[in-house]
Nanobody, 124 residues
Framework: QVQLVESGGGLVQTGGSLRLSCAAS??????MGWFRQAPGKEREFVAH????????SYADSVKGRFTISRDNAKNTVYLQMNSLKPEDTAVYYC???????????????????WGQGTQVTVSS
């Protein structure tokens, strides 16, 4: 079974940038998503990319600031986060799903595999 490992989190000031990575342990033919969970809040959808990268989707709160991409040769998915805000502070998780319905990519339950998460903290 594929294992997912996130990295790249850290502390950054408002307006700064971070790039998160999600490395899969084997060849990754999954559709991939990023979610985040702030303290006391539910885990929420951030971004999604299809297996071949031809379809992407973003939460309204990150459109124009975050970019999801993938390098299947490296079995890695990325989340480039620019213009970070304090409200972006959360644990970020990557997730994988097979042949996902494009209308449902924002739903946590449609993803089969999850990473352990990486903390992103944006200071004001």
């Amino acid at each position: 079974q594929v294992q997912l490992v996130e990295s790249g989190g850290g502390l950054v000031q408002t307006g700064g940038s971070l790039r998160l990575s999600c490395a899969a342990s084997t060849r990754n033919t999954y559709d991939m998503g990023w979610f985040r969970q702030a303290p006391g809040k539910e885990r929420e959808f951030v971004a999604h990319i299809s297996w071949l990268g031809g379809f992407t989707s973003y939460a309204d709160s990150v459109k124009g600031r975050f970019t999801i991409s993938r390098d299947n040769a490296k079995n890695t998915v990325y989340l480039q986060m620019n213009s970070l805000k304090p409200e972006d502070t959360a644990v970020y998780y990557c997730a994988a799903g097979l042949s996902m319905n494009r209308l449902r990519v924002g739903l946590r339950d449609d993803y089969n595999l999850w990473g352990q998460g990486t903390q992103v903290t944006v200071s004001s």
